[in-house]
């Protein structure tokens, strides 16, 4: 009478919840966690990135770049050095200005690290010279939720409407979307805010025996008013109020400012007083693409942005915004204004998440369609049921881990779903042999067909998660852009086994409880299960592999052709049949034209070249509407945020934000569509003398640019000047476009220099000529009109008629009042001098630099190839850095700071940083899929075998990658890791089989044979649902790559497993036996 094997614990758990009544309850409630987490969870189309940093402003008017950049960047890098998790420092030091950028370490805490970047300024203000004129330092913290989810711009075609109109109506605007929920910061781009100007006269002035400072003081002091106390009379008490404000234009231009000859002097009488606009230092026009009309006419317009509160839906505060800002209209917004929304991050990832969502079920159906081919019709209802509740509570645990629904965790569950359903398939397809087995009640059954798989299934369970959970470490930008494909894959197959062992079995034995098969049965049955078919077709291709001698020489030819195929498919890419790329570019609705004109250049020729760019690219088929921002910066994305191209302001520069329709509407992809726009533009570039970057959204973590070179030494001077001989090779290398440097144009500078002592003779202090030809220059807002109305202060602005201030000569003949009291003419006391204007200074980390920066457009379309043949360009060129010339560094930052050096960065840095990590995650997993198959098979050499087949995947990932025209991206790298621990659980199943047989006292041939054929079933079903998956993310330029390599890698090396791992153990085996003792 024999014995049997008591249950292991996977037999045990499936016994435990077989009969009780609370595994459908848990099944429920883990339904019911899923459903809470599709309605709690924020949708955002990428993932939050915590990226902290922080710009602080430095003013020292007056002073040189290099005297700001000696007693202001310096020490102030240095103090911001010494906190802890800074990772870079950067600085550009203009003449009377140092701007600084401190980027924290990804994931720092927000809060605290900006409270410490405030506690090291405010405790080290003795390291500042502010006795010299050294301003406070600003600080303006930026993060990921100060990039706008939504931008409305406003334009009208009735000419009559100004830009001025449209602000207007932009600021009351904002008032009504604040008070959406969700809303943060909201801020107006565009439009000319209004503002009285006092267009003085030097001539009036001086006739009437005025000076400019009697103008500024009576403007000042006019503008009084407080409240004196209260007066008690009568029992009764009476506030007294004491002066009233300025609040027309009328009481401005009647102000006396002097008296002459015994006549009031009024302000009207030397000056123009009118309520007018800004002089214009931005320009915004809205253009669309109406074909019927003229395509290139463009309007004025003010942009609204709107950007929500951390942990906000972007979905409901977008959805807010656009509902509020319908209200408005006919209420707040005339008629005759038209409101465009520009931008909606919102809509985008709500599309995206429905897309994912729906691709995720029909993934889910697929894999049940699947089973119930294979299996049946009842079987693929509980493998279904198990994919539901699997799915359903990693949804929930993706929720707790704190990720929202993004395009991200959406891909990590989709990818999933051929993992999640391995152990339902394991489990049910073992259960279903048993019972057709006969012999035993099913409710006898199941725990041991349970047990049977319970080892093997719980091992290749964690060996996928060895596999997958050490990439949930990298490092940088990247780590936590794909964080939740490691974590919500491993979380759910954790899941996935607990449903497996719990659920799965007790749903199994109430569909198929009355099941019980007769011995006669059993043999037919059983014969099935096995497979005569697979049993015939492994013995026939397995047999001339396992003749112990004579097979030897076919085993050694099987094992040198498979190294042979990895050779091949190794080499596709060196001979660049498949591109390694970071991430390919994603197919969105928008692309930013950066525009840099030279140094100087004037606003309105600025604007100029840009209304020509836009106009184009008006005949693009696929344009929607474009907007101008000339002088300002366009409303940022993640991209724009961490280039800082907020910051971008001045009258050289500018932003086209092109918006395309929606790519349903359209063939081509934003790519295609943005390499055309740069040769549309290229001719307009060239007559204006722009520099014209097309600017693409990354699909993943944003650099300064695709290719930059940092030049570093010990005269800036000459880091410049080769860093213009570097820029050359850019522009002369293969697809290395949109070249640019950090050298800025040569500008006139003109100085007024002041004669001290015959200032001092005549008693005219300097302070007060600054003072005074700043004012007539620049304007000084000396007073400000008071309005009970106005959103925003309407300020009394005092300056030259514009027609003036071009006029140095005339300017000169203004009049300053001595300390005698006399009126002295500026040219009695200075003297205009001609100079060259300094340059700004950059600065990383401590160390003076210059940028060299490009991007790739070509067939490769791959920076990292423009970079390499640029480094071997310039190791030929004579760049006359020296003595030993310039010495290249790729992964870190130069080690003498005192030698000529370029290091490389850019894509390539960000590149480098997550292929080592990814490189270093799959070591990682290997190690512990090692040590995990050590521990259940309890010796140093069967792992080996085990992991053999690993190898195997390149055979398919690689040429799957060129058969499809994939770049190989880290999408790509992530499914290659992922296949370390699907593969291996396929060896698990046969070699766990194989001893099994063995112990029960078959050959090892037989055995061998007999494990092929029945556990290929099991392979093959958990590979195609794999593959399945696979299918539904293949259409995805950014996932694409993780899908090649599921599909590919699993095809080949499931095939391939079936084969060399039978071989291989069984020529280990054969080995052992001979090098035995008799």
């Known amino acids: 009478m024999s014995v049997e094997k008591p249950l292991g614990i996977s037999g045990r758990i499936a016994k435990t919840f077989l009969t009780t009544e609370i595994t459908p309850l848990l099944a429920l409630v883990g339904l019911l966690l899923g459903l809470f987490a599709i309605f709690v969870t924020p949708r955002e189309e990428e993932p939050q990135i915590n990226v902290t940093f922080a710009n602080v402003f430095i003013a020292y008017p007056g002073a040189t770049a290099q005297e700001v950049e000696s007693l202001v960047t310096t020490p102030s890098e240095q103090i911001v050095s010494e906190l802890v998790g800074v990772k870079h420092v950067y600085s550009i030091t203009y003449p009377g200005l140092s701007v600084l950028t401190v980027r924290f370490k990804v994931g720092e805490a927000r809060n605290d690290a900006i409270v410490r970047l405030y506690n090291a300024f405010y405790s080290n203000q003795d390291r500042l010279p502010y006795n010299l004129g050294v301003m406070q330092p600003l600080i303006k913290p930026k993060g990921i939720d100060d990039v706008p989810v939504v931008s409305a711009t406003l334009w009208s075609e009735n000419p009559g409407l100004t830009a001025a109109d449209l602000l207007n109506v932009a600021h009351s605007v904002e008032a009504g979307l604040q008070r959406v929920a969700g809303t943060r910061e909201i801020k107006s781009i565009g439009g000319l805010s209004s503002v009285v100007k006092v267009n003085f006269d030097p001539a009036r002035l001086s006739s009437y025996q005025l000076s400019l400072d009697d103008v500024r003081h009576a403007l000042a002091s006019a503008n009084a008013s407080a409240n004196a106390g209260e007066l008690v009379k009568n029992n009764q008490s009476v506030q007294l109020q004491v002066g009233t404000f300025l609040t027309s234009v009328d009481d401005v231009s009647s102000l006396v400012i002097g008296v002459y000859q015994g006549a009031p002097v009024y302000l009207r009488d030397v000056a123009g007083v009118q309520l007018t606009t800004n002089t214009p230092a931005q320009y915004v026009a809205f253009g669309h693409a109406d074909k019927g009309a003229n395509p290139a006419q463009q309007y004025p317009a003010v942009t609204l942005t709107v950007a929500k509160k951390p942990g906000e839906n972007a979905v409901d505060v977008a959805a807010g915004v656009i509902e509020r800002i319908e209200q408005l209209k006919g209420v707040v917004i005339p008629d005759d204004i038209n409101i465009s929304i520009t931008r909606n991050y919102g809509q985008t990832a709500e599309e995206k998440a429905q897309t994912l969502i729906k691709k995720l079920i029909f993934a889910t159906l697929s894999v049940i369609v699947l089973v119930l081919f294979a299996l049946g019709r009842r079987e693929a209802f509980v493998v279904g049921l198990a994919v539901v509740v699997t799915l359903a509570i990693t949804l929930f645990a993706s929720w707790a881990w704190g990720f929202t629904l993004n395009r991200v965790s959406l891909f990590a569950l989709i990818f999933s779903i051929g993992i999640l359903v391995d152990d339902a398939i394991v489990v049910v397809e073992n259960i279903h042999r048993h019972m057709t087995m006969g012999g035993r009640t099913l409710k006898q059954a199941i725990p041991l067909a349970v047990d049977e798989v319970g080892g093997p299934t719980i091992l290749a369970t964690f060996t996928v998660i060895a596999a997958l959970l050490p990439m949930a470490f990298v490092s940088g930008l990247m780590g936590p852009y794909m964080r939740p494909i490691p974590i919500n894959a491993s979380t759910g197959m954790l899941i996935s086994l607990a449903v497996a062992f719990i659920f799965t079995p007790w749903l199994f034995l109430r569909l198929f409880k009355n099941a019980k098969l007769h011995a006669e049965e059993h043999q037919a049955a059983e014969s099935q299960a096995k497979g005569p078919r697979y049993q015939a077709l492994f013995t026939k291709i397995l047999s001339p592999f396992l003749n112990a001698r004579a097979g030897r020489g076919k085993r050694v030819g099987l094992l040198l052709s498979i190294l042979l195929l990895i050779g091949v498919s190794v080499a596709l890419v060196v001979s660049k049949d498949v591109i390694m790329k970071m991430l390919p570019f994603d197919n969105k609705s928008e692309f930013e034209l950066v525009v840099d004109m030279p140094e100087g250049t004037s606003l309105e020729q600025t604007y100029a070249a840009m209304q020509q760019l836009a106009a184009d690219l008006s005949v693009l088929p696929e344009l929607k ?35 395309l329709v929606h790519k349903s509407e359209r063939s081509r992809k934003s790519h295609d569509i943005a390499l055309e726009a740069r040769q549309l533009i290229a001719a307009t570039a060239k007559k204006y003398h722009a520099n014209v970057k097309v600017v693409e959204m990354p699909p993943g973590p944003p650099v300064m640019a695709p290719l930059v070179a940092e030049i570093y030494g010990l005269d800036y001077a000459r880091q410049q000047a080769i860093a213009a001989k570097i820029k050359t090779v850019f522009a002369q290398t293969t697809d290395v476009v949109d070249v640019d440097d950090s050298v800025e144009a040569a500008q006139a500078k003109w100085t007024l220099v002041v004669d001290r002592a015959k200032a001092a003779k005549l008693g005219v202090d300097q302070a007060s000529i600054v003072a005074d030809v700043q004012a007539a220059i620049a304007g000084e807002d000396s007073s400000y009109l008071h309005s009970q109305t106005r959103k925003n202060p309407l300020p009394v602005r005092l300056t030259l008629p514009a027609s003036s201030k071009s006029d140095l000569q005339a300017l000169q003949n203004l009049k300053i009042r001595a300390a005698s009291g006399e009126l002295i003419a500026l040219s009695e006391v200075t003297s205009l001098v001609k100079a060259e204007r300094e340059q700004a200074i950059y600065h990383k980390d401590l160390l003076p630099v210059v940028y060299v920066t490009g991007d790739a457009a070509g067939e490769a379309d791959s920076p990292l190839y423009g970079l390499f043949e640029i480094a071997a360009a310039l190791d030929k060129a004579e760049l006359e850095a020296g003595n030993n010339g310039i010495e290249q560094f790729y992964t870190a930052q130069p080690a003498n700071p005192y030698q000529w050096s370029l290091k490389w960065d850019g ?36 792992p080996l075998i085990i992991m053999a087949p690993i190898p195997l995947t390149i055979i398919g990932i690689l040429p799957g990658h060129a058969l499809l025209g994939q770049q190989f991206t880290a999408p790509s790298m992530i499914g290659m890791i992922a296949l370390a621990g699907i593969i291996v659980r396929n060896s698990i199943l046969l070699v766990d089989f194989i001893q099994q047989q063995v112990a029960a006292g078959k050959d090892l041939q037989q055995a061998t044979i007999e494990a092929a054929a029945v556990r290929s079933t099991p392979i093959a079903l958990t590979a195609i649902a794999a593959m399945m998956g696979g299918f539904f993310i293949l259409d995805d330029p950014i996932f694409g790559g993780l899908a090649v390599s599921l599909i590919f890698g699993l095809l080949v090396s499931t095939i391939l497993t079936l084969v060399v791992i039978p071989v291989v153990y069984y020529a280990y085996n054969y080995q052992q036996q001979v090098n035995k003792p008799n």
């Open 625 to 659: 509407n474009y907007q101008l921002y000339a002088g300002t910066a366009a409303p940022i994305n993640f991209n724009g945020l961490v280039r800082q191209y907020y910051l971008r302001s001045g009258a050289n520069m500018g932003e086209i934000q092109v918006n």
């Open 907 to 942: 894509e390539w840095q960000i590149t480098y940083e997550t292929f080592r990590d990814m490189g270093i995650a799959y070591s990682v997993g290997l190690i512990m899929i090692y040590l995990l198959v050590v521990a259940q098979f309890r010796s140093y050499s069967v």
